[in-house]
């Protein structure tokens, strides 16, 4: 499968404390983004990388969120000090150098509990 | 910032029977619109997209018209199937750098 792949499909954690997600984009696209989906909306941006350079970030992406994608392939969203409004479907897309197309993977779903 | 209103928010079609879904954009500099189908517990999937050099661009049996004057776009399926049942989004983006979404249309399809 050379989709977007995204680790761990679910995971629970009780308020308060750190979770990590990992994106690993299709080969060789060079840009990468991060969304939030929660019940019954739309996917909202959180922040966008192009190679390893984190070029642009929501508002909602408060100071316990932080991304990094390190050597510009795979990409990491971390979550510190849960709180249960982070609860949401967390999804990742990748985008080829050359085209405008993005292409999701299947999300983590996150709940805290 | 974009803005994205999307309607109707829910629609049921017989099979075979067409649909449309319409989204409006605000933001001028919008050029690239694609349109995304989510099935319950997966991520979105790309269905069909249209840039602003085009008024219209058509797959199978979906289609995507859009009018750059009036800043909105549409998404036509046709004879429709049980299984184009789903959540569809529309989405504009100026720079490729953040998708601004619609808040979705649920569709169902009657057999």
């Known amino acids: 499968d050379t989709g977007v792949s995204q680790n761990p499909r679910h995971k629970i954690t009780k308020r308060g404390q750190n979770v990590t997600f990992r994106c690993d984009p299709i080969?060789?696209?060079?840009?990468l983004y991060w969304y939030r989906q929660t019940l019954g909306q739309g996917p909202e941006f959180l922040t966008y990388f192009q190679n390893e350079a984190q070029l642009e970030k929501s508002r909602l992406l408060s100071d316990r969120f932080s991304a990094e994608r390190p050597k510009g392939s795979f990409s990491t969203l971390e979550i510190q000090r849960t709180e249960q409004g982070d609860s949401a479907m967390y999804l990742c897309?990748?985008?080829?150098?050359?085209?405008?197309?993005?292409?999701f993977g299947q999300g983590t779903r996150l709940t805290v509990v | 910032g974009e803005n994205v209103e999307q309607h109707p928010s829910t629609l049921s079609v017989q099979e075979g029977d067409s649909a449309v879904i319409k989204c409006t954009y605000s933001d001028s500099a919008s050029n690239y619109f694609p349109w995304y189908k989510q099935e319950l517990g997966k991520g979105p999937q790309l269905i069909i997209d249209i840039r602003s050099n085009v008024g219209e661009k058509k797959d199978q049996r979906i289609a995507v018209t859009l009018n750059k004057t009036a800043k909105h776009f549409s998404l036509h399926i046709t004879e429709t199937q049980p299984e184009d049942s789903a959540v569809y989004f529309c989405?504009?983006?100026?720079?490729?750098?953040?998708?601004?979404f619609g808040p979705g249309t649920r569709l169902s399809v009657l057999p």
């Open positions: 080969s060789e696209h060079n840009r």
């Open positions: 897309a990748s985008a080829s150098r050359s085209n405008t197309e993005a292409f």
């Open positions: 989405a504009a983006d100026s720079y490729g750098q953040n998708f601004v």
